[in-house]
Nanobody, 113 residues
Framework: QVQLVESGGGLVQAGESLRLSCGAS????????ITWHRQAPGKQRQWVAS???????NYAESVKGRFTISRDNAKNTVYLQMNNLKPEDTGVYYC???????WGQGTQVTVSS
């Protein structure tokens, strides 16, 4: 059974930082593409960042230069370091594995101005 569990969300002020974690089980983590997405209230889920099995990373323009995705294959965990957070970064952050074929339950990030 595949499980993805996000953690690390919270309430911060604009300009502060958070680090999200996504722990995975039930998959061969090292060969999976892992992505972070977010969903703001009343909006569709949008892609934020990706980490491929070969180590390539990609970012949405809105977070480029502020967010960093990384992974620790030995721990089956992917991270999203979010710096200089803005109110528009507010939303539920989800990690996905594969296409994504699997999703975590999400973690809430709220950035106050």
């Amino acid at each position: 059974q595949v499980q993805l569990v996000e953690s690390g969300g919270g309430l911060v002020q604009a300009g502060e930082s958070l680090r999200l974690s996504c722990g995975a089980s039930g998959i061969i983590f090292s060969i999976m593409n892992i992505t972070w997405h977010r969903q703001a209230p009343g909006k569709q889920r949008q892609w934020v960042a990706s980490s491929t099995s070969t180590g390539t990373t990609n970012y949405a323009e809105s977070v480029k230069g502020r967010f960093t995705i990384s992974r620790d294959n030995a721990k089956n965990t992917v991270y999203l370091q979010m710096n200089n957070l803005k109110p528009e970064d507010t939303g539920v952050y989800y990690c996905g594995a594969g296409r994504p074929s699997w999703w975590g339950q999400g973690t809430q990030v709220t950035v106050s101005s």
